[in-house]
C-alpha cells in the first residue's frame, strides 16, 4: 500500500456524514431553485391583462390609496361588477345577485374552503369563522343560543355603559382638559378589547385604564392577524408555506405572535375554569356550561378557538367601525348635531343624564349614521368562498357553477365579494354614493330606519352566515358615539382631517380589519352646554 492510498483512506468521510452532506446539498439546490421559479413567477406576467400586471408590479398604488379602492374602480367598470384577477385565481365581485347567489341559493356549493382554512388555520384553528359543514353548524347553533339570550343582552349592556361611564369619558375628558392629541383608534381599539374580555371570558383586562397599560394578547393578537392576512395577499401560497417550512421572515414572526395568543387564552381559560362556571353571564362560562366541558379536563382546543374567535368578531370590527365614524363625523359635525339633538330630545333635556338601553334602541338617526358609516368603511372589507360542494362532514368535491351575471366559476376557484366597493357603486346606491348622507337609510313621516337588502349591504354577511353579533356590536357602537358626541367636539388632526369626499379613504393596514395606518391623531374639547 503506498503513501497516496493511505492519505486518501485518511480523507474519506464516515459514510453517514457524506450522506448528510449530500442531503443538505440537495436540499439548498431545491431551495435555491425554488426561490428562482418563485422569483420568476412573481415577475413574469404570465397573464397579459392589465389587471393582472397592476397587481403583479404593484402600478395600481400610483393612482390609489388601498387594495381596496382599486377594486372598487374596476369593479365600477365592469358591465357585470364582476371582475377576474387571474393570477390570484380569483373572481372579484360587487353584485347583488352574485352575493345572494353565493350565500343564500347556493350557500352549499360556497363554503369558506380549505385554502381559507389554510390561511387562517394557525389563528383560528377550528373556530366559528374558519370551518365549514357540521363543525360550523353545531358551533353556529351554540353562539345563536347565547347571543339571543335575553340574559346575555343586559349583562353585555350593563358591561359597555359601565366601560363608557368609568373608563371611555375620563380618558377622553383628560386628553381635552391638558389639550393632548390622542389616538382615537386606539382608545376604541383599548375600549373593545376590555368590553369583549368582559362579555366573553368574564375577566377585565383594564386596557382603557387612564395610565393605558400595555396589553401583550392584544398586541399579539394585531400581530398575528395582519401577519395571517398577508399570506392572502401572495401570488402564490407556496410563498408563505415555503417561509412556514423555514420559520424565516414573516411566518417566523406568526409563529411568535400566534404562541403568545394560545399561551394567554390557556390562561384565561385556567381563569374561567378555576372561578367556575355554574352562576357567570360570560360567553365562554355559558359555552363550557353547556357542553359540560368546565373543569381541568376540558377540551382546551376547542375552547381556544373559542377565545380566539371572541376576540376577532368583537374587538377589531367595533373598534374599526368607531374609528372611521369619527372621521366622518369630524368632517360633518352637522351630522354630530344631528345625533346630539336626538340622543338628548329622548331624555327631558338633560344632556348629562346616562341613556337607556331603551333609548338608545329608539336612536333611529344615529343608527342611520352607523349603517352609513359602514357603507363606505365596512370594517371587513372583503369576503372569500371557494367553489367546491360540501358535506355535513366538512368534505368537499370540486363544483362548477355559473353566478347569476353569467360569470363562470371552476371548480375550487376563488370568489370574492367585496362589501368596501359594493359601497361604492353607483348602480346600487346612486350617483351620490361617494357622500356621506344617513338620510338614505331613513324614510316615511316619523323619519325611521329602514335597512338595506342585506345581499347589497354584506357588511354583517348575510344569509346562514349572518353575524350573530350584529345587534350587540351596533349597540356598543351606538352607547359610545353617542355618549362621546354628546360631551365632547373630536377633531381629526393631520392627513386623515384634510377636507374631501366622504368616500376619501385614509390608508388602511393589510389585515383582516381594516384598521388606520398610523392611527387616527384628534384634538378633543369639551362641549360648553347651553
Not at 339570550?149 to 382638559?177: C, F, G, H, N, T
Not at 377589531?316 to 365614524?325: E, F, R
Not at 345581499?455 to 349597540?475: D, H, I, N
Given at each position: 500500500?503506498?503513501?497516496?492510498?493511505?492519505?486518501?483512506?485518511?480523507m474519506?468521510?464516515p459514510?453517514?456524514?457524506?450522506?448528510a452532506?449530500?442531503?443538505f446539498?440537495?436540499?439548498?439546490?431545491?431551495?435555491?431553485?425554488?426561490?428562482?421559479?418563485?422569483?420568476?413567477?412573481?415577475?413574469w406576467?404570465?397573464?397579459?391583462?392589465?389587471?393582472?400586471?397592476?397587481?403583479?408590479?404593484?402600478?395600481?398604488?400610483?393612482?390609489?390609496?388601498n387594495?381596496?379602492?382599486w377594486?372598487?374602480?374596476?369593479?365600477r367598470?365592469s358591465?357585470?361588477?364582476?371582475?377576474?384577477?387571474?393570477?390570484?385565481?380569483?373572481?372579484?365581485?360587487?353584485?347583488?345577485?352574485?352575493?345572494?347567489?353565493?350565500?343564500?341559493?347556493?350557500?352549499?356549493?360556497?363554503?369558506?374552503?380549505?385554502?381559507?382554512?389554510?390561511?387562517?388555520?394557525?389563528?383560528l384553528?377550528?373556530?366559528?369563522?374558519?370551518?365549514?359543514?357540521?363543525?360550523?353548524?353545531?358551533?353556529?347553533?351554540?353562539?345563536?343560543?347565547?347571543?339571543?339570550?335575553?340574559?346575555?343582552?343586559?349583562?353585555?349592556?350593563?358591561?359597555?355603559?359601565?366601560?363608557?361611564e368609568?373608563?371611555?369619558?375620563?380618558?377622553l375628558?383628560?386628553?381635552?382638559?391638558?389639550?393632548?392629541?390622542?389616538?382615537?383608534?386606539?382608545?376604541?381599539r383599548?375600549?373593545?378589547?376590555?368590553n369583549?374580555?368582559k362579555?366573553?371570558?368574564?375577566?377585565?383586562?383594564g386596557?382603557?385604564?387612564?395610565?393605558?397599560?400595555?396589553?401583550?394578547?392584544?398586541?399579539?393578537?394585531?400581530?398575528?392577524s395582519?401577519?395571517?392576512?398577508?399570506?392572502?395577499?401572495?401570488?402564490?401560497?407556496?410563498?408563505?408555506?415555503?417561509?412556514?417550512?423555514?420559520?424565516v421572515?414573516?411566518?417566523?414572526?406568526?409563529?411568535?405572535?400566534i404562541?403568545?395568543?394560545?399561551?394567554?387564552?390557556?390562561?384565561?381559560?385556567?381563569?374561567?375554569?378555576?372561578l367556575?362556571?355554574?352562576?357567570?353571564?360570560?360567553l365562554?362560562?355559558?359555552?363550557?356550561?353547556?357542553?359540560?366541558?368546565?373543569?381541568?379536563?376540558?377540551?382546551?382546543k376547542?375552547?381556544?378557538?373559542?377565545?380566539v374567535?371572541?376576540?376577532?368578531?368583537?374587538?377589531?370590527?367595533?373598534?374599526?367601525?368607531?374609528?372611521?365614524?369619527?372621521?366622518?363625523?369630524?368632517?360633518?359635525?352637522?351630522?354630530?348635531?344631528?345625533?346630539?339633538?336626538e340622543?338628548?330630545?329622548?331624555?327631558g333635556?338633560?344632556?348629562?343624564?346616562?341613556?337607556?338601553?331603551?333609548?338608545?334602541?329608539?336612536?333611529?338617526?344615529?343608527?342611520?349614521?352607523?349603517?352609513?358609516?359602514?357603507?363606505?368603511?365596512?370594517?371587513?372589507?372583503?369576503?372569500?368562498?371557494?367553489?367546491?360542494?360540501?358535506?355535513?362532514?366538512?368534505?368537499?368535491?370540486?363544483?362548477?357553477?355559473?353566478?347569476?351575471?353569467?360569470?363562470?366559476?371552476?371548480?375550487?376557484?376563488?370568489?370574492?365579494?367585496?362589501?368596501?366597493?359594493?359601497?361604492?357603486?353607483?348602480?346600487?346606491?346612486?350617483?351620490?354614493?361617494?357622500?356621506?348622507?344617513?338620510?338614505?337609510?331613513?324614510?316615511?313621516?316619523?323619519?325611521?330606519?329602514?335597512?338595506?337588502?342585506?345581499?347589497?349591504?354584506?357588511?354583517?354577511?348575510?344569509?346562514?352566515?349572518?353575524c350573530?353579533?350584529?345587534?350587540?356590536?351596533?349597540?356598543?357602537?351606538?352607547?359610545?358615539?353617542?355618549?362621546?358626541?354628546?360631551?365632547?367636539?373630536?377633531?381629526?388632526?393631520?392627513?386623515?382631517?384634510?377636507?374631501?369626499?366622504?368616500?376619501?379613504?385614509?390608508?388602511?393596514?393589510?389585515g383582516?380589519?381594516?384598521?388606520?395606518?398610523?392611527?387616527?391623531?384628534?384634538?378633543v374639547?369639551?362641549?360648553?352646554?347651553?
Amino acid at each position: 500500500m503506498d503513501a497516496t492510498t493511505t492519505v486518501s483512506m485518511e480523507m474519506e468521510l464516515p459514510w453517514g456524514a457524506r450522506c448528510a452532506g449530500l442531503a443538505f446539498f440537495a436540499f439548498s439546490v431545491c431551495l435555491a431553485a425554488l426561490g428562482v421559479v418563485l422569483l420568476v413567477a412573481r415577475r413574469w406576467p404570465w397573464c397579459s391583462c392589465h389587471v393582472c400586471r397592476a397587481y403583479l408590479t404593484g402600478s395600481w398604488a400610483r393612482e390609489f390609496t388601498n387594495l381596496g379602492d382599486w377594486y372598487a374602480h374596476l369593479l365600477r367598470r365592469s358591465p357585470t361588477g364582476t371582475v377576474h384577477v387571474h393570477v390570484l385565481g380569483c373572481t372579484v365581485t360587487a353584485n347583488p345577485a352574485n352575493v345572494e347567489h353565493m350565500l343564500r341559493t347556493r350557500f352549499d356549493n360556497f363554503p369558506k374552503g380549505r385554502p381559507f382554512a389554510a390561511l387562517l388555520g394557525d389563528l383560528l384553528g377550528d373556530g366559528i369563522f374558519n370551518v365549514d359543514g357540521h363543525a360550523w353548524r353545531h358551533q353556529r347553533k351554540m353562539a345563536s343560543l347565547e347571543l339571543g339570550s335575553v340574559a346575555v343582552r343586559s349583562y353585555a349592556y350593563k358591561i359597555i355603559a359601565q366601560e363608557v361611564e368609568a373608563r371611555l369619558m375620563p380618558v377622553l375628558a383628560d386628553a381635552a382638559d391638558r389639550g393632548a392629541v390622542l389616538d382615537l383608534q386606539d382608545v376604541f381599539r383599548r375600549f373593545a378589547f376590555d368590553n369583549i374580555c368582559k362579555i366573553s371570558f368574564g375577566l377585565d383586562p383594564g386596557c382603557l385604564d387612564r395610565e393605558m397599560p400595555v396589553s401583550e394578547l392584544a398586541d399579539a393578537f394585531d400581530a398575528a392577524s395582519r401577519l395571517s392576512a398577508m399570506r392572502g395577499a401572495a401570488a402564490s401560497p407556496l410563498l408563505w408555506r415555503a417561509k412556514r417550512f423555514l420559520n424565516v421572515g414573516s411566518e417566523r414572526e406568526l409563529r411568535k405572535a400566534i404562541k403568545v395568543v394560545d399561551e394567554l387564552a390557556a390562561a384565561m381559560i385556567r381563569e374561567r375554569q378555576k372561578l367556575g362556571v355554574g352562576s357567570s353571564h360570560d360567553l365562554l362560562s355559558r359555552f363550557m356550561a353547556s357542553t359540560g366541558v368546565d373543569d381541568a379536563a376540558a377540551d382546551d382546543k376547542f375552547l381556544r378557538d373559542i377565545v380566539v374567535s371572541f376576540l376577532l368578531a368583537g374587538r377589531d370590527t367595533v373598534s374599526t367601525a368607531l374609528t372611521t365614524l369619527f372621521m366622518l363625523l369630524s368632517k360633518n359635525p352637522e351630522v354630530a348635531a344631528a345625533m346630539r339633538a336626538e340622543a338628548e330630545a329622548g331624555d327631558g333635556g338633560e344632556t348629562g343624564a346616562a341613556i337607556t338601553y331603551e333609548h338608545l334602541k329608539g336612536l333611529h338617526y344615529t343608527h342611520a349614521v352607523l349603517h352609513e358609516n359602514m357603507r363606505l368603511f365596512p370594517p371587513v372589507q372583503f369576503d372569500s368562498k371557494f367553489c367546491a360542494a360540501a358535506d355535513f362532514d366538512s368534505k368537499f368535491c370540486a363544483a362548477a357553477d355559473v353566478l347569476p351575471d353569467g360569470t363562470y366559476v371552476g371548480g375550487d376557484a376563488r370568489v370574492m365579494y367585496h362589501p368596501y366597493a359594493m359601497g361604492r357603486m353607483p348602480h346600487i346606491w346612486g350617483a351620490d354614493y361617494a357622500a356621506f348622507r344617513p338620510a338614505r337609510w331613513l324614510t316615511g313621516p316619523g323619519a325611521s330606519f329602514v335597512p338595506a337588502n342585506p345581499y347589497k349591504y354584506p357588511v354583517f354577511q348575510a344569509g346562514q352566515r349572518v353575524c350573530l353579533g350584529k345587534e350587540l356590536a351596533v349597540t356598543e357602537m351606538k352607547a359610545a358615539s353617542v355618549a362621546v358626541v354628546r360631551a365632547f367636539d373630536v377633531e381629526v388632526v393631520g392627513e386623515n382631517g384634510r377636507s374631501g369626499g366622504a368616500a376619501a379613504a385614509p390608508r388602511f393596514v393589510p389585515g383582516l380589519t381594516a384598521s388606520i395606518s398610523g392611527g387616527l391623531q384628534v384634538r378633543v374639547r369639551r362641549r360648553v352646554h347651553t
